[in-house]
């Protein structure tokens, strides 16, 4: 709640001019503020506006008993990038791309490899049961960058891990006993670590799905429908496989404009 009052500030000194909002004294500056919870980022125009926007945060907490994290503070320009929420935002020959961040990335290497060694004596059924979540986890929250390229080298990260789990596990064994014992075939996809009908998820299988921009003028509390139905579509955005063939089934009886969708279901025939 205490930096509720940050955007207002900012608002009124570099939006703002003989008491209304100005167009083009806000484009002059380019200051804008983003927040989520106590994490945030603000833009502006030049190297000089950004400081001065630093000091202004500063004495607005300063105020309120709140010291600005200098260590945690960071004015760049948009070509060298920044992170913010695991992402990083940077532009790349004037073309900004968000991708993970690498602390993002060494942070999800490091927990599966403290779980699969942590794991050395479970069994594969049991390894694969603890990775799946976290694998999809990840993945999931960053599906909606760019992150195709990273989800094949983590897929090639895990697997390097998995194969020196195995060779510990059986160090006599031949490398074709051991690829024949934890690694099979699914469809024409060779090389699956699974056990019966469990199986590793990959993160690129995961679907690439770009965000939906919100219609600013719509209101949550009124305009429900509107809400309902885009967070329907930018689901049905997601499936893949089995799922989306249910949907495929079932699309045709389901109302995506009206409150006949629910948050959390849609009555499916033919299943």
Request: glycine residues 6%; charged residues 30%; positive net charge.
């Amino acid at each position: 709640m205490t930096l509720d009052g940050i955007s207002e500030m900012l608002s009124d000194k570099y939006h703002t001019k003989n008491g209304k909002i100005n167009g083009y004294y806000a484009a002059k500056h380019k200051v804008n503020f983003v927040r989520y919870a106590d994490d945030f980022i603000v833009t502006a125009n030049t190297e000089e506006i950004a400081k001065e926007v630093k000091e202004l945060i500063k004495d607005f907490l300063k105020d309120r008993g709140l010291e600005l994290s200098e260590e945690k503070t960071l004015i760049t320009h948009i070509d060298n990038g920044f992170d913010f929420l695991g992402w990083n935002f940077r532009k790349y020959k004037g073309k900004l791309l968000v991708k993970p961040s690498k602390k993002s990335i060494d942070k999800i290497t490091e927990n599966i490899s403290d779980t699969i060694k942590r794991g050395k004596a479970w069994k594969q059924e049991e390894l694969i049961k603890i990775l799946n979540p976290i694998i999809t986890g990840w993945a999931n929250y960053h599906q909606s960058v760019v992150s195709s390229e990273i989800f094949h080298k983590l897929d090639s990260r895990i697997w390097g891990m998995l194969w020196h789990w195995a060779k510990r596990r059986h160090p006599n064994k031949s490398n074709t006993w051991i690829a024949d014992k934890y690694w099979h075939s699914d469809g024409n996809r060779k090389w699956v670590f699974s056990e019966g009908t469990k199986q590793l998820n990959l993160l690129s299988d995961t679907k690439i799905v770009r965000h939906t921009n919100l219609k600013l003028d719509m209101n949550p509390h009124l305009d429900k429908d509107y809400f309902v139905s885009r967070k329907l579509k930018l689901g049905v955005k997601k499936l893949t496989g089995i799922a989306k063939k249910a949907w495929d089934k079932t699309k045709n009886i389901c109302n995506l404009e009206t409150m006949t969708i629910t948050n959390n279901y849609c009555p499916i025939k033919g299943l």
